[in-house]
């Protein structure tokens, strides 16, 4: 068995697999030479690792743009040029990661560490504004962003806007203070997957630029709203569907285990918390489409922790404890696990304020 002593971090991840190209929840670990990865038994980690990745002359890609609906995906390629890729729950949660590897990465050269702290830490949006209603303001009839044909090399870009452009137009919004915050806004738009660069020069420096230097504040860099943007707002069942519960503010997001309520499996699942109209939602994190694959309103809910000393009534299978019980208004039972009993208090006190 591995000896995992001196962890600098673990929690799970999203991994693709080498030979199928599908998804997979993992528990990684992460030390200071490398990186290790377990497969879920139930609650629990298998006792040895499926896959090790070595960091020495690793690089890492942070944010990779190569999965148009998996935006918050990180790429590691080896010495030996093999690519992993990972994808965590949340913007914060990636960066973290990213952050984390690449000090284990460049243990030696404190000066690189440095500069990506600084990068992350250099523009904050504010809590009230999301990147989804920045998005909605472009779409705006009479004061969004205007889309028009745009050339370049000959080519036509019929509904696009300059780099430049959006920079102005999120100023003029007032959702930043200055050009510098302006970029860094739009370049997480790109990142997030809500604009996509077309054309030759905006594509090329999403490709070679650092995080600071992706999007391009100029009038010869073209950009569009990505199609899974598109799909999203043309996907009226889903709207019609979720449109008020999903609308609250995203209080607390993150991977739990959660029973199945038929076959009392244990699965990983993406667990995000929103507030006005208060609903916790659930999502598959293997799966490509961004919809919830279950959910519950929390008014009249009761949470609390359950004893670690023994199964409770109603639990089965491999569970590893830090268990926790949200009983719904119509009493529906939940069982979930946490990876740390530090996690599962944060958890039952952000629902608690919400019932």
Same mark, same amino acid.
């Given at each position: 068995?591995?000896d995992?002593?001196?962890i600098?971090?673990e929690?799970f991840?999203?991994?693709?697999?080498?030979?199928?190209?599908?998804?997979?929840?993992?528990?990684?670990? &992460?030390l200071?030479?490398?990186?290790?990865?377990?497969?879920p038994?139930?609650?629990r980690?298998?006792?040895?690792?499926?896959g %090790?990745?070595?960091?020495d002359g690793c690089?890492?890609?942070c944010?990779?743009?190569?999965?148009?609906?998996?935006?918050l995906v990180?790429?590691?390629?080896?010495?030996?040029?093999t690519?992993?890729?990972?994808e965590?729950?949340?913007?914060e949660e990636?960066?973290?990661?990213?952050?984390?590897?690449?000090?284990a990465i460049?243990?030696?050269h404190?000066v690189q560490?440095q500069? &990506?702290?600084? %990068?992350?830490?250099s523009?904050?949006?504010?809590?009230?504004?999301?990147?989804?209603?920045?998005?909605?303001?472009?779409h705006d009839n009479?004061?969004?962003?205007?889309?028009?044909?745009? %050339?370049?090399?000959?080519?036509?870009?019929?509904?696009?806007?300059?780099?430049?452009?959006?920079?102005?137009?999120?100023?003029?919004?007032?959702?930043?203070?200055?050009?510098?915050?302006?970029?860094?806004?739009a370049?997480m738009?790109?990142?997030?997957?809500?604009t996509?660069?077309?054309?030759?020069?905006?594509?090329?420096?999403?490709?070679n630029?650092?995080?600071?230097?992706?999007?391009?504040?100029?009038?010869?860099?073209?950009?569009?709203?990505a199609?899974?943007?598109k799909?999203k707002?043309?996907?009226r069942?889903?709207?019609?569907?979720?449109?008020?519960?999903?609308?609250?503010?995203?209080?607390?997001?993150?991977?739990?285990?959660?029973q199945?309520?038929?076959?009392?499996n244990?699965?990983?699942?993406?667990f995000?918390?929103?507030?006005?109209?208060?609903?916790?939602?659930?999502?598959?994190?293997?799966?490509?489409?961004?919809?919830?694959?279950?959910g519950?309103s929390?008014?009249?809910?009761?949470?609390?922790?359950?004893?670690?000393?023994?199964v409770?009534t109603?639990v089965?299978?491999?569970?590893?404890?830090?268990?926790?019980?949200?009983?719904?208004?119509n009493?529906?039972?939940?069982?979930?696990?946490?990876?740390s009993?530090?996690?599962?208090?944060q958890?039952?006190?952000?629902?608690?304020?919400l019932t």
């Amino acid at each position: 068995m591995q000896d995992v002593s001196g962890i600098l971090k673990e929690g799970f991840l999203v991994k693709r697999g080498h030979i199928v190209h599908n998804w997979k929840a993992r528990w990684f670990v &992460l030390l200071q030479d490398k990186l290790l990865y377990y497969k879920p038994d139930g609650g629990r980690k298998e006792p040895s690792p499926k896959g %090790m990745i070595i960091l020495d002359g690793c690089t890492i890609t942070c944010p990779c743009l190569e999965y148009e609906n998996r935006p918050l995906v990180i790429k590691l390629k080896t010495k030996t040029n093999t690519e992993y890729f990972l994808e965590s729950c949340s913007r914060e949660e990636r960066d973290s990661w990213a952050l984390d590897i690449t000090g284990a990465i460049h243990a030696g050269h404190p000066v690189q560490v440095q500069q &990506l702290h600084r %990068m992350k830490n250099s523009f904050k949006l504010p809590s009230n504004i999301s990147l989804d209603h920045i998005v909605d303001k472009m779409h705006d009839n009479s004061n969004g962003i205007k889309l028009i044909p745009n %050339m370049e090399q000959g080519n036509t870009y019929k509904e696009s806007f300059t780099g430049s452009a959006l920079v102005d137009w999120l100023i003029s919004s007032n959702f930043v203070a200055s050009r510098f915050e302006a970029v860094t806004l739009a370049s997480m738009l790109m990142e997030e997957n809500f604009t996509k660069p077309v054309g030759a020069r905006s594509t090329e420096a999403m490709r070679n630029g650092d995080l600071a230097e992706q999007f391009l504040d100029d009038s010869t860099a073209l950009y569009t709203f990505a199609e899974s943007y598109k799909r999203k707002l043309s996907s009226r069942e889903e709207l019609h569907l979720h449109i008020l519960e999903l609308s609250g503010t995203i209080v607390k997001q993150g991977y739990l285990v959660k029973q199945g309520h038929k076959r009392k499996n244990w699965k990983v699942r993406r667990f995000v918390l929103r507030a006005d109209p208060a609903f916790l939602h659930y999502y598959d994190p293997t799966k490509e489409e961004n919809r919830p694959v279950g959910g519950f309103s929390l008014r009249g809910c009761l949470v609390s922790a359950l004893e670690d000393n023994g199964v409770p009534t109603g639990v089965k299978g491999n569970v590893q404890g830090n268990l926790f019980k949200i009983i719904t208004k119509n009493d529906t039972h939940y069982y979930i696990q946490a990876s740390s009993k530090a996690e599962r208090a944060q958890w039952i006190e952000a629902i608690k304020r919400l019932t």
